[in-house]
């Protein structure tokens, strides 16, 4: 799909936009404001049950709304948000600390500060629905931090999708060419995340398993928040892995993995999904993706794994 370089914002209004209500609100983390989004398919009424909630947590190099609810021209559907919110969920997600429209501080936003973010955030999201317990998505460093949230409050979390995860980091192309910059990650705590960045999330695993011309819509949707962002969870992921730990993530887990994706090898993902304790977990390598599953070509068996997972039916428990 080629997009003529005039209309690619020309289409800012998803045209499905009409069918679902959304609100911002913003979550307190100390002094740092954390702007987050809600989306589903009709408004909240009072007296009704809850929806089942599922909170979105981005990567390293894109926001939010550009990660998650990214408006593309010729009605292809590129939004997790709005996916899900057709599934039937309350589907929320944030900008952490240093990124979209939240606080810009002197920090790095490192793994360990998007894990109190998070913390933050829930609760609020908690507050607005009603709901005590959460479904959680992270992708790349999002997962790290959702995974370490999981850790640090299992009472929130009620299933884990964990998506371009990275556990240990051996084997992986993709950390041992960013290591070469450990030292800029050490010393400085932004890095420059301008088009030609952008485009490479999109070339580096195997071209042709996205389409090149949605890394533009991207850029441009993304960029109006400058060239800049965080290294923190880029040093994390290069010197101080692992930071989640499998053993102390307690609650149901589905780790997901395109099939060409270099961030992490199938015998890292399988060494941390081994040591998951809970007995209902899955993992899903999944054909023709790479790193970015949500940005991928073949993105609807990502969809179809994910929502699979999240509405299982209860089991019965066994004796042991």
Known sequence: MGLAAGSRLAFAQNKTK?????????AKKGDVSLAMYRKRVSAPKAGEAPLPVLF??????????????????????????????????????????????SSRTSGNSDIASGVEDLKAAVELAVKE?????????????????????????????????LAAFTYKGEGSPTLAERAKQLDYYKTHNMRLRDRA???????????????????????????????????????????????????????????????????????????????????DRQFVILPGSAHSLAFAINRKPFWHAMNAFLTMPAAIPISA
């Not at 009409?18 to 913003?26: D, I, K």
């Not at 999002?142 to 949230?149: D, F, N």
Request: charged share 20%; net charge negative; glycine share 10%.
């Open 56 to 101: 979105l947590v981005h990567g390293s190099s894109l926001s939010a709304k550009s990660t998650f609810d990214l408006a593309v021209p010729g009605g292809e559907e590129y939004s997790l948000m709005n996916v899900f919110a057709r599934y039937g969920f309350d589907v929320w997600t944030m900008d952490h600390e240093n990124y979209g429209k």
């Open 197 to 279: 960045m952008i485009r490479s999330i999109f070339t580096r695993d195997k071209v042709g398993t996205s389409d090149p011309a949605i890394a533009e819509v991207l850029a441009d949707a993304e960029l109006k928040f400058g060239d800049q962002v965080p290294t923190g969870t880029y040093l994390d992921m290069t010197a101080n892995l692992p930071v989640v730990d499998p053993k102390k993530v307690l609650s149901p887990v589905l780790l997901l993995r395109g099939e060409y994706d270099g961030i992490a090898t199938v015998s890292d993902l399988s060494e941390f999904f081994n040591q998951l304790p809970s007995g």
């Open 129 to 161: 629905t009603g709901r005590q317990k959460i479904h959680l998505f992270g992708e790349s460093s999002g997962g790290l931090r959702a995974g370490g949230y999981a850790m640090a409050r299992p009472d929130r979390v009620d299933r884990l999708v």
């Open 18 to 26: 009409a069918s679902f209500w959304t609100a911002e609100y913003t």
